[in-house]
């Protein structure tokens, strides 16, 4: 398949979890992958190509030329065998939630399960996705996953054009379930992990934003992976590009520099105006970096290095370790932050925004984040990954962790503007020999969700931690199709499927499934209506409708004069329950019989 002067490179990607050890690929395998250590030998970032011209050496197996759609085959046996199918198809929703971004071509077609002698091989034009349940060694026994959740590892021509990409799951070390739900200790969800894996697949590496689905780390159970951020967002809008996005978005790019130098592996932020990071990149060997798939508007752009002696390895002690092998060598730029700059994005144009830094580095080093909590005071957890909490939460604390925060004279915010502060405290060797820094805040309520920055202000100076707050989101929708995950997963595998979309009826009780995500019943159990029309009545002040409710509950009530056809009409909407029993009169109906419906909102 390979000829010639065109052998692929190699190239590997590990998801690591927190606080779980990890050895590092053995020696014959790391001298394949670093045959040439220097930064910028491979073009970057390595992608597929979706429309011709094809590469000579792209496989049939692997892509598909007539529809235009990567090929991926699932392995069998999956994790289990008793919910094999249900492991598969939460791997197809990682899937498809990639596919389904708006303003993107990515586009994957399901080619078949493979059986037996499953292993990474990157000359067969295959690409598996699959679970190594009987040996730790891969890869014809040359690379160890001990301790590994997942690795994904890719083939492709010196263009930079993905020809092929293998994934393994670590059925050993690991216990893996399609769901959060009656989750067991130390367990991971498969299409969180997947959903990271994927984003390797299609040549991206490690994020320097914590809460992005490419950080290099990973919690057990219902972590923080589920859900593509804007970071994922803007790099299929980017590099993905449909025809129509080519001119909708914009692009910035620019070359760092210190003294004349070029300023390597220096991060990149993208926030917009209320402080929620859109997107972030480190800079190549050359001190350039390039961010796009950015809509019109504008934003603020700053400038953050990383901690002295930082190594970027898969091991490496500090908050963020691994980006990408081609920087494990590297020393990255050492500056002082940079505040934010107001930047004006144009659609269809490429933004200049070259920027010459100071010599310098952070304040202090950030070592571990501190959860969300409700107490201000220990016991103390804390993290090497983000943290989430909701819009509307009051009176809880936010913190960071290192050895050399100062005690006095510094203040800890986030990136939000209108969240309400209240002193700082630092509370000397509260973990590990580290000081803490936390303070009390109180969020809006109906805030965005998104990732937003901790900042740290002192003595005229910011010491940032990109990214490292998820405002959640209980109606998360990944898959853009009208109706959020978490409901579709109670009741769909793969809860991304069609069947699961807004508009379908699964159950042919002439209810939605956004109908019914409104009213909590069961979309595939036409019985399932927790509250049900007791009389319809036509009076001569109008039709009443009587039925069964759920107080403090807000209801639309619709009708329409057939009852299989025609569409509804809104006839009350914010109708407030006041008890088990509600009733309304349609005052427009005093004479002719309609046919009702009652929707629950909230």
């Not at 809460?211 to 299929?236: H, R």
């Not at 691994?322 to 590297?330: A, K, L, S, T, V």
């Not at 490292?468 to 990944?478: A, H, K, T, V």
């Not at 409104?518 to 001569?540: G, H, N, Q, R």
Request: proline residues 6%; charged residues 20%.
């Amino acid at each position: 398949m390979y000829r010639g002067n065109k052998t692929p490179k190699i190239f590997p990607i590990v998801l690591l979890l927190v606080m779980i050890g990890m050895e590092k690929l053995p020696a014959p395998v790391r001298q394949r992958l670093e045959a040439n250590p220097q930064n910028n030998i491979f073009p970057h970032p390595t992608t597929w190509q979706f429309n011709p011209p094809y590469s000579p050496f792209l496989h049939s197996d692997s892509f598909n030329r007539q529809t235009k759609a990567i090929k991926y085959y699932l392995g069998s046996p999956a994790y289990s065998l008793e919910n094999e199918k249900f492991e598969q198809d939460a791997i197809r929703s990682a899937i498809h939630q990639w596919e389904a971004i708006p303003d993107s071509n990515i586009k994957f077609e399901e080619a078949g399960i493979l059986e037996n002698n499953l292993d990474i091989n990157l000359q067969d034009g295959k690409n598996l996705i699959y679970w190594e349940n009987n040996s730790v060694f891969v890869w014809g026994g040359v690379a160890n996953i001990r301790n590994l959740p997942a690795v994904n590892v890719s083939s492709w021509d010196t263009n930079g054009h993905i020809l092929e990409s293998d994934t393994v799951l670590n059925g050993i070390d690991f216990k893996w379930q399609r769901n959060s739900e009656n989750l067991e200790r130390r367990t991971l969800v498969i299409d969180g992990i997947v959903l990271h894996e994927i984003g390797h697949f299609l040549g991206l590496t490690h994020s320097v934003a914590g809460g992005a689905t490419m950080y290099y780390q990973s919690a057990f159970g219902d972590n923080l992976l589920k859900g593509l951020s804007m970071d994922e967002i803007i790099f299929a809008r980017h590099v993905y590009p449909t025809q129509a996005a080519v001119s909708k978005f914009g692009s910035i790019k620019g070359v760092l520099s210190i003294n004349g130098v070029a300023a390597a592996a220096a991060k990149v932020v993208i926030e917009d105006s209320k402080g929620y990071l859109i997107g972030a990149t480190v800079t190549e060997g050359d001190g350039s970096w390039e961010i796009g798939g950015l809509l019109p508007g504008e934003y603020t752009i700053r400038y953050n290095s990383f901690p002295p002696n930082t190594t970027f390895r898969q091991d490496s002690p500090q908050l963020i370790g691994d980006i990408d092998y081609r920087f494990e060598n590297f020393d990255p730029a050492q500056f002082t932050p940079t505040s934010p700059e107001s930047i004006q994005i144009t659609a269809g144009q490429i933004l200049t925004h070259n920027k010459s830094l100071s010599s310098g580095s952070p304040s202090f080093i950030i070592s571990q984040i501190r959860p969300v909590e409700d107490h201000p005071a220990g016991p103390f957890s804390f993290t090497t990954g983000p943290v989430a909490t909701k819009s509307g939460r009051k009176d809880i604390f936010i913190g960071l962790y290192g050895n050399d925060i100062p005690t006095s004279g510094a203040t800890l915010r986030t990136s939000h503007p209108d969240f309400e502060y209240f002193e700082t405290q630092v509370l000397r060797k509260a973990v590990l020999n580290m000081n803490l820094i936390t303070t009390r805040i109180n969020i809006p309520d109906n805030i965005d969700p998104g990732l937003l920055s901790l900042i740290i202000d002192y003595e005229g100076q910011q010491v940032y931690v990109d990214g490292f707050l998820e405002i959640s989101d209980p109606e998360f929708d990944g898959n853009y199709d009208g109706v959020p995950d978490d409901f579709q997963r109670k009741y769909f595998s793969p809860f991304t499927s069609a069947i699961a979309a807004a508009h379908e009826d699964p159950d042919n009780d002439g209810f939605p499934n956004l109908y019914e995500y409104k009213s909590d019943t069961d979309p595939t159990d036409p019985s399932s209506f927790k509250f049900l029309i007791k009389e319809i009545e036509v009076t001569e002040a109008g039709t009443l409708i009587k039925w069964e409710s759920i107080p403090n509950k807000v209801y639309n009530i619709w009708s329409r004069q057939d009852a299989g056809q025609g569409d509804w009409k809104l006839v009350a909407s914010n109708f407030l329950a006041t008890g088990d029993l509600s009733e309304f009169l349609d005052p427009s109906q005093n004479q002719q019989l309609q046919f009702y419906k009652v929707e629950k909102i909230n």
